[in-house]
């Protein structure tokens, strides 16, 4: 049993959205700009955001496997990977809060693959229809984000690859919202999730989660 639901899940990319704006803020201008002229921009928006959280359900299948694979194989699997990914939690706590960057060495060595994989969506624009925006999402989805990456450890717990992917699906589903409104022009609402005692007020409810989880392992652990 995954020490972390798919509705905390959703509520940590909810959270999270405050750095998707900073991550992704570029990439929602490059998405106006190759919008079509007088089209409805939303129905590209969605698309896009349709490909970019596949890409993360994926990511999540494919470690929700690895994790199975692993506790299969070793018996106290289960309990060291969930140990992990709480820990991952407060380190992804402490980068929201800005006061730890610690995850910008992971975003770093995940930069040097999403070299070779960027230059594929360059094919995809200008879009043509709403469905050319959900390719471009979806190689875009493997952008290198320490809150994807501190996220994805959990599907590592899941179970199952399924449950993985339905952790991730959650996930991506949380940082929607903010996306979408960034993307639309609710600037007010952007603003509001960038402001620093919002991001501390996160930061810190993170932290206080991940401190909870990690108390609850050890203390399973000692129980053995």
Request: proline share 5%; hydrophobic share 50%; aromatic share 14%.
């Amino acid at each position: 049993m995954p020490e972390i639901s798919g509705f905390s899940a959703f509520l940590i990319g909810l959270a999270g959205g405050v750095h998707c704006v900073g991550m992704c803020g570029g990439i929602v201008t490059a998405l106006r700009a190759a919008t079509p002229d007088q089209k409805n921009a939303f129905p590209f928006t969605l698309s896009y955001n349709f490909g970019r959280i596949t890409s993360y359900t994926l990511a999540g299948a494919l470690a929700g496997g690895l994790g199975q694979l692993t506790t299969a194989v070793l018996p106290y699997a289960a309990i060291g990977l969930s140990l992990f990914s709480a820990i991952m939690l407060a380190c992804l706590a402490l980068y929201l809060g800005q006061w730890w960057q610690g995850l910008r060495h992971l975003e770093q060595a995940g930069g040097k693959l999403w070299r070779h994989i960027q230059p594929l969506s360059v094919r995809f624009i200008p879009f043509k229809t709403p469905w050319h925006a959900l390719p471009y999402g979806f190689i875009w989805g493997w952008l290198p984000c320490g809150l994807v990456y501190s996220t994805l450890t959990w599907s590592l717990t899941a179970g199952t690859a399924l449950d993985g992917a339905m952790l991730m699906l959650c996930f991506g589903l949380g940082t929607l919202p903010t996306l979408l409104a960034a993307s639309l022009g609710a600037s007010y609402l952007v603003m509001a999730f960038k402001h620093p005692k919002f991001r501390q007020v996160i930061a810190l409810s993170l932290f206080i989660y991940a401190f909870f989880l990690i108390y609850r392992i050890m203390g399973s652990i000692s129980a053995l």
